[in-house]
């Protein structure tokens, strides 16, 4: 589960602790609960980390259980895909995008700056 690490000025994003990055498959994604909002997902490219919505655009499906070829996830449902960089749609059904979170890797934790609930 998701925990602030650090605190914030007013309107400025929180980085949120979110997984080890240990536990991240390589080229895969990990479903990440956040309290209080919808879970992301927490993909491994490499040695690059990158955090999106789970869920779908399209429809209901979760990222973090699609296929992830190179920067893009498949959605298991429909197919659509997502390109992790940027969180664009890069095929159909899907076309609208995908939020995506600046990230980084802290003591060997994925960290994503993630805004308050009363913010968005």
Known sequence: MAEVIEGTKKNELQMRDLCEASAVPADSGLKVSVPGR?????????????????????????????????????????????????????????????????????LGRVCAAIEDLDHE
């Open 38 to 106: 919808d879970p992301v997902a927490v993909f491994r490219v490499g040695s690059e980390y990158f955090v999106i919505d789970d869920t779908c655009t399209h429809g209901n499906g979760s990222l973090a259980e699609g296929e992830t070829i190179g920067y893009e996830v498949t959605c298991p449902y429909h197919f659509g895909r997502f390109c992790l960089r940027t969180g664009q749609a890069t095929a159909p059904p899907c076309v609208d995008p995908v939020r995506i979170y600046r990230s980084e890797i802290r």
